[in-house]
């Protein structure tokens, strides 16, 4: 039987127990120097991918829905069946979200649109889905309503300030490895799937912080937005996970 769809209603979250000493500069739009010189240094990885996931990249404009199958299947996608299996699933409709399945494992599934035109499946950990699952929620749905980064930017920083938005009180695990997925770069080029990744968020990490240096590399894990809020590690994987469950008339 089809789950029934239901408007997302979110609840107020607490405070974080490590909120952020200066939000709003701590979300500052501009990208970081180290990920901008990833396209000079490092031609077969590019800046590209990494910009596209950064908190400074999205896009004013509307983000169009997708079928409705096809938008579950690339959800789901974002993670392995053990994982992605018994998630709850948020799909687009084209003003806000909706769960389009109730989960059991404490795993949120859905499609991120950092661009207009891009598709970004991720599957979220239980405190993911309490803490960054908002805020990128919050974001995308600004970006929709044409707000552009400086707004963003200050109303995520002004939830995290009055604790309607709150970070992670552990390790955050994003999956990223839908072979559906198009990322999309901080100047407009089409980066496709990329590659498979994982994304650990934690709060304010930097590049240092783990002895990696100033320049990421994909012969270690590299840091995204290093000492922001949403600062996360990426984890380049072996394979990506197909898109299953979905009919040829929903592609």
Sequence with gaps: MRARSRRVQPTRPTRSPAPSPNPSSALSPAPSPALSLLLLLIPFLSASPLQAQSSASGRAGPRE????????????????????????VLVWNGADFETAAEGSNGVTCYVARSWPESLEPHCFDE???RTVLPIHLLQMKLWHRGAGPEEVAATVAEGLRTGELRLP??????????????LISNEGQDAGAWQPHLMIYYPYLTQEALG????????????????????????????????????ESSR
């Design 65 to 88: 829905p997708l079928p409705r199958e096809r938008e579950v299947a690339l959800a789901r996608s974002a993670a392995p069946a053990a994982v992605s299996g018994a998630a709850r």
């Design 127 to 129: 405190e993911g889905s």
């Design 169 to 182: 009180s552990r390790p955050v695990m994003s999956y990223m490895m839908s072979a559906g997925q198009r």
């Design 212 to 247: 990696l240096g100033a320049v990421p590399s994909t012969e270690a894990a590299m840091v995204v937005d290093p000492g922001s809020p949403l600062s996360n590690i990426m984890v380049i994987v072996k394979d990506f996970v197909p898109v299953t469950g979905e009919s």
